[in-house]
């Protein structure tokens, strides 16, 4: 079937709005991961979801960062009162289940996100 | 934390040419994974290593995996300007802690510029 979706592919917002970020991952992938890539820092993890356990939120920056995965399916990144330092690229990847190195995550074309 | 060092930053090559990346780690690598990734695309999936020694083909594209499973690289043979984009190494961390984690930690990523 089809790859990981996101949407919008491109969002430009002014410094203090909320966005939502949307994910869609392979069909019948359990493991949702958002990444953030900002320029010169290569790519940073956010936060992972698998099935419905309690996600993992280790790697979100501030509080202003949230996400949620619904029916185990789709997932929404959602930033509130964005800084100019959220602007990046925003990358989500699925995989068929967590299970460490065996488990390869495939990645969506991702959201450029543009705070003016 | 797990690091990985990609070499070089940039190349720029002339087509037909041949061409290798380098990534290193300061930590013994149990997964490592190679994406390609162009502007709009996000990351594309080309091969995952495991064994120590362990080498892996696709097309003209070679990844090996040293035997100490600290290094790994990608080779490019007869460069073609379908080979341009940046090249990401990740590592699963999974068996560094022995905790079990599942987010990748990447390289910061080689540029290569196939000339025609």
């Known amino acids: 079937g089809a790859g990981v979706s996101q949407s919008p592919s491109n969002k430009v917002t002014e410094k203090g709005k909320d966005v939502e970020l949307r994910c869609d991952p392979i069909s019948g992938h359990t493991a949702l991961y958002w990444y953030r890539q900002s320029l010169g820092q290569g790519l940073e993890f956010l936060i992972y979801f698998q099935g419905n356990s309690a996600p993992d939120k280790s790697g979100l920056p501030s509080d202003r960062f949230s996400a949620e995965r619904t029916g185990g399916s789709v997932s929404t990144l959602t930033i509130q009162r964005t800084q100019q330092e959220d602007s990046a690229v925003y990358l989500c990847?699925?995989?068929?289940?967590?299970?460490?190195?065996?488990?390869?995550?495939?990645f969506g074309p991702g959201t450029r996100l543009t705070v003016l | 934390s797990q690091e990985l060092e990609q070499s070089p930053q940039s190349l720029i090559v002339q087509e037909g040419k041949n061409l290798t990346i380098n990534c290193t780690s300061s930590?013994?690598?149990?997964?490592l994974y190679w994406y390609k990734q162009k502007y709009g695309e996000g990351l594309i999936f080309l091969m995952m290593l495991q064994k120590g020694g362990e080498e892996k083909s696709h097309e003209k594209i070679t990844a090996k995996l040293d035997e100490k499973k600290q290094q790994s690289s990608l080779h490019i043979t007869a460069s073609q300007p379908s080979h341009a984009g940046i090249y990401l190494c990740?590592?699963?961390?999974?068996?560094?802690?022995?905790?079990?984690?599942?987010?990748?930690?990447f390289g910061k990523g080689t540029k290569l510029s196939v000339i025609p």
């Open positions: 930590k013994t690598l149990y997964g």
């Open positions: 990740g590592a699963d961390p999974f068996s560094y802690s022995g905790a079990g984690s599942y987010q990748l930690t």
């Open positions: 990847a699925s995989s068929i289940s967590s299970g460490g190195y065996t488990d390869t995550q495939y």
